[in-house]
């Protein structure tokens, strides 16, 4: 029989390593702690909720995540098989219903010979209910539980690393005054995919100062302060100058008012959260604050003086482990054989990188079972280069979003405007030579 492997945590890299193993007939069980315990930003009991945002980024193939969702593509991921079943409409970005998506995830996998899924907190490694295993995946995310966290942490003997990840509003369509706003994504006139809200200087003005001056919600003792670069409450970004939320989440480029035939000073962009555009997301605006401040100050923008909040943003401690000392190449604890962790507990950051570190190890764990060896794909790759971050040699390693920066330069110079094309194309080479070797071993 095929080892059965013990998959802890129903997320995004959790059901990715699960569709691989069980497409290739190994047996898989996934312990899932909701719904008899939800985390502080968890609310579906369904597998693969996304709880930050709707957007699994750009779409573009020629962006650094748009070229990781086509190796993934390529490799039969089953988050992005879901997400393109329950798409909206969002621009450039691949957007989803997520309530669609996390059931769609959900009932491929209970469909599935061979994967059983169990609804129990698992507390650490040591946990009875492993035993039988002879693998096991973390795959708990950011937001592991306290009692599996410590586990962990003793196994690896790092102290504990956290940094704080913030989580936007979200609106009711029918409270927005539609007089106020308009429609169209950044250079695209005619599009409906966003929202937007208008700011003259003195309303950008006025908003950053009500940021500065709100309320923020107080950390408990054992967490610190510290704020993942990629994801910024917008009250950090008011705090680090005048303009920068001007150039920032609230950048005017590319969008012009039709009432008035000028751009705007700032723009607030909302984003549906569903097909039906009964909700939207505040792009960017992942936030500290109270409750009350939220509702307060975000009821200033134009257009939301009414504002009905579907969901404040809130705040939680993200873990990851120092994973260029804790972790092997092929994600196995140093200390501990067997034990594999992957997504964002491993230090990759966003949606598509924790699927696709699920994704590659699940397909690493059938080469094993099989007597191959998976080699790690070129760093050339988008996957490749993802995967290496989490053996740079660095004092101080952090969580990383995929980006062109974590492959090799260009061996050629090349204008600003051709770069991300060569590096696409460099990539997509080096991507079709690692699938030749690995489908011919």
Request: proline letters at 6%; charged letters at 25%.
């Amino acid at each position: 029989m095929p080892p059965n492997t013990a998959i802890i945590g129903g997320g995004l890299a959790g059901c990715e390593a699960a569709r691989q193993l069980a497409d290739s007939e190994e047996r898989v069980t996934i312990f899932e702690m909701k719904p008899n315990r939800f985390s502080p930003a968890h609310t579906n009991p369904d597998l693969g909720e996304l709880v930050c945002s709707n957007s699994l980024r750009s779409d573009d193939p020629l962006s650094a995540v748009g070229l990781l969702k086509e190796e993934m593509r390529s490799l039969g991921s089953l988050v992005l098989e879901a997400a393109d079943r329950t798409r909206i409409p969002a621009g450039k970005a691949l957007a989803v219903d997520r309530e669609r998506f996390a059931g769609v995830v959900s009932d491929r996998l209970q469909d599935m010979p061979g994967v059983q899924i169990v609804r129990k907190e698992v507390l650490g490694l040591d946990d009875p209910v492993l035993t039988p295993f002879k693998r096991v995946v973390i795959a708990a995310g950011p937001l592991a539980g306290e009692s599996l966290s410590r586990s962990l942490q003793q196994r690896t003997g790092e102290e504990g690393l956290s940094f704080y990840d913030a989580i936007a509003p979200i609106v009711a369509a029918d409270s927005i005054d539609f007089k106020r706003v308009f429609w169209a994504s950044r250079y695209e006139p005619d599009s409906r995919d966003y929202l937007n809200c208008p700011l003259n200087e003195e309303e950008y003005h006025r908003l950053r100062q009500a940021l500065l001056n709100g309320e923020q919600a107080r950390a408990r003792d054992f967490e610190s302060r510290t704020h993942f670069e990629g994801c910024l409450p917008v009250e950090v970004l008011a705090e680090r100058g005048e303009m920068t939320l001007a150039f920032g989440p609230l950048k005017p480029v590319g969008l012009t008012d039709p009432r008035t035939g000028k751009r705007p000073f700032a723009v607030v962009q909302l984003r549906a959260e569903n097909k039906e555009k009964t909700m939207f997301n505040l792009v960017g605006f992942q936030t500290r604050l109270t409750h009350l401040a939220q509702k307060r100050i975000f009821c200033t923008i134009p257009g939301l003086e009414s504002a009905r909040f579907e969901r404040l943003g809130s705040i939680h401690r993200n873990t990851f482990v120092n994973a260029p000392r804790v972790l092997a190449p092929d994600l196995e604890l140093r200390e501990s054989p067997g034990v594999y962790l992957a997504g964002q507990i491993t230090g990759v950051e966003g949606y598509v990188e924790s699927a696709a570190c699920g994704l590659w190890l699940g397909m690493h764990l059938v080469a094993r079972t099989r007597g191959r060896k998976l080699d790690l794909p070129p760093r050339e790759t988008a996957l490749g280069g993802l995967l290496h971050h989490l053996q740079a040699d660095t004092k101080n390693f952090q969580p990383m979003n995929v980006n062109f920066g974590l492959c090799p330069p260009l061996e050629v110079r090349a204008k600003k405007s051709r770069r991300k094309e060569l590096y696409a194309h460099r990539a997509r080479q080096a991507w079709q030579g690692w699938l030749h070797r690995f489908f011919l071993v």
